[in-house]
């Protein structure tokens, strides 16, 4: 019996323009970085969500013919005393369309680390966590690897709080993470959460090699 294929996903080309400005500080205990950006893309190919159809090779994308995309990203680091450093990131930017729909996406990242030096022997222990806010998240269609809105609204959200520890004694090396302790729901992309309390170790043992 004769059957027909699937029919198969013709992307259309976009085309992007990416324009930035932005500046740079650094001295002996701080550093400061700041980028303004505006990206215009015409002829997105935006697919349109569909829980039905996502795992088919029949999607259908949303007639959209312009997006502009415009931010700003940051990167905050410095020294306070006790060995302690801090670093914040920042990403906050506003997805318009040519439909009149648009997004708002903020992204924090905030790490406490100690490190501690005694001889050959380094110690560094620290915490993060990272927070997300965003009118609607995207999506993942894994079928043709691209990225659109979803059906879930955004809210605030953090990670959780994860902790690690680094440890350099002589040629053994040890990490140690622990991810998520809140065991907080958490997601940067709908539908695909991250682990909660997730425990990671590994430990490495150099044999230096000598000429005789």
């Not at 027909?4 to 990416?18: D, Q, S, V």
């Not at 990131?89 to 905030?110: E, V, W």
Request: net charge neutral.
């Amino acid at each position: 019996m004769k059957t027909n294929p699937e029919p198969i996903f013709n992307y259309r080309n976009e085309t992007h323009l990416l324009t930035f400005a932005g500046f740079k500080h650094k001295n002996k205990h701080t550093y400061l970085s700041a980028k303004l950006f505006y990206r215009n893309v015409r002829e997105p190919i935006l697919l349109e969500f569909n829980k039905e159809t996502i795992g088919t090779f029949v999607p259908s994308y949303i007639d959209v013919s312009n997006q502009n995309i415009v931010g700003i990203m940051s990167d905050i680091s410095f020294k306070l005393p006790l060995n302690i450093d801090v670093k914040m990131l920042l990403s906050d930017y506003i997805d318009m369309y040519s439909n009149n729909d648009s997004y708002h996406n903020l992204y924090t990242s905030l790490a406490l680390q100690y490190t501690y030096m005694r001889g050959l022997s380094v110690l560094t222990f620290g915490l993060k966590s990272n927070f997300i806010y965003t009118d609607s998240k995207y999506y993942f269609n894994p079928v043709f690897n691209s990225y659109s809105r979803s059906d879930l609204s955004g809210d605030f959200e953090t990670d959780g709080i994860s902790a690690y520890l680094v440890a350099k004694l002589g040629n053994c090396y040890i990490r140690i993470n622990f991810n998520n302790i809140l065991g907080s729901d958490f997601s940067y992309l709908a539908y695909y959460p991250i682990l909660k309390q997730e425990f990671c170790l590994s430990f490495t043992w150099g044999f230096p090699h000598s000429n005789q």
